[in-house]
């Protein structure tokens, strides 16, 4: 698992700690305790969210801030979601790098200085924790975990073990540049390396949970599903949703217009009658969803090239621009000449 580097290493950086917390006011106390053990030496601030808990949560909150300094709390107006709570988070974080943890314990703390130093080494913008030998073995988290990270894999192609881990360390830049909604938390790795980051993989400990209650469910493995299928689109067609309904609009169509021609042909070489041949209706139905289907493909179009033609956005990212550095490199030439 590689040693946690020393504080001589680590004490230059500032760190923001973002844990959204959601009816966890037992597990408050021992977190922020457990954070300030592991992170010693390391100039670091870490972010409570409190993601409009039914119970003490928020209370719990206070009382660990008059004994912690480096504590600061957000308190959500309503129950928003976990994306939701890790945005807000995102966007007060002050520090140059920023980690992610829930705050069930489950996740341990002194794994964070290794996944930072992994970052700094090998000049990544995100690191994801992969608990490869996870402590909640019930078939209802392990199984949906496991079939959402092979569906990342296979739409997405970023090749990540465990993709809803939720223990992740990131360039402050990375993070904040980040728009999640519904349950994309889960695929935050994902989305990042769409907008080109590096992303890079480290095994960290999970451990089982002692207080409080679960917040997954087979049932929120079908929003999740949605949202990478969401996810999915974005990254191959936003820049072209033509090609996307352009195409089913064009199968649709010729399929349609096979059918009906083939029909033609009966009625007109043997008399066949058309009247209760459900394939009649079929045909029709597929000719006027492929025209549909291209007019929805073309409108999207219309609409996605004037978004970008009022609002000056681009549809590429840069990592650096080095014009200026080669403009130096012509001018001391220009004088060395001289």
């Given amino acids: 698992m590689g040693s946690i580097p020393t504080s001589a290493t680590m004490c230059s950086c500032h760190l923001s700690i973002v844990v959204p917390l959601f009816d966890e006011q037992e597990n408050v106390a021992p977190l922020v305790a ?20 039914h119970d003490s949560t928020f209370t719990a909150m206070q009382r660990a801030r008059r004994h912690h300094p480096r504590l600061r709390l957000l308190r959500m107006a309503r129950n928003f979601g976990q994306t939701a709570a ?26 964070i200085p290794r996944l930072l130093e992994r970052l700094q080494r ?6 994801n924790g992969w608990r490869r030998r996870r402590a909640d073995d019930a078939l209802t988290r392990t ?28 360039r402050a830049e990375t993070a904040k540049a980040l728009r999640l909604y519904g349950e994309q938390h889960r695929m935050l790795p994902a989305i990042a390396a769409i907008r080109g980051a590096r992303i890079g993989e480290m095994e960290v400990h999970h451990r089982p949970r002692i207080h409080g209650r679960s917040k997954y469910g087979l049932g929120r493995t079908v929003r999740v599903l949605i949202d990478l299928l969401l996810v999915a689109f974005f990254q191959r067609f936003t820049d072209r949703p033509l090609q996307l309904f352009g195409g089913l609009g064009l199968l649709a169509g010729t399929t349609g217009l096979a059918i009906d ?7 007109l070489l043997f008399g066949v009658h058309l009247a ?13 969803s492929g025209i549909l289907l291209f007019g929805i493909g073309l409108i999207l179009e219309l609409q996605i090239r004037t978004y970008y033609e009022s609002t000056g956005a681009r549809c590429y990212a840069l990592r650096e621009n080095d014009d200026e550095g080669e403009e ?3 001018a001391h030439s220009s004088d060395s000449d001289v």
């Fill in 328 to 330: 130096r490199e012509d």
């Fill in 86 to 111: 890790m945005m807000a988070g995102f966007d007060a974080a002050r520090g140059r790098y920023v980690a992610y943890m829930d705050g069930d314990l489950q996740t341990d703390p002194a794994d």
């Fill in 143 to 170: 199984l949906p975990s496991r079939m959402a990270n092979a569906l990342i894999r296979r739409l997405l192609g970023i090749d990540l073990h465990d993709h809803g881990c939720p223990l992740k360390v990131m």
């Fill in 276 to 288: 209760g041949r459900p394939l009649l209706q079929l045909g029709s139905l597929l000719i006027v």
């Fill in 122 to 127: 090998d000049r990544l913008d995100l690191v």
């Fill in 34 to 53: 457990e954070v300030e053990a592991a992170l010693t030496g390391i100039d670091y601030e870490l972010i409570l969210i409190d993601d409009g808990s």
């Fill in 261 to 267: 021609g083939w029909l033609t042909v009966e009625k």
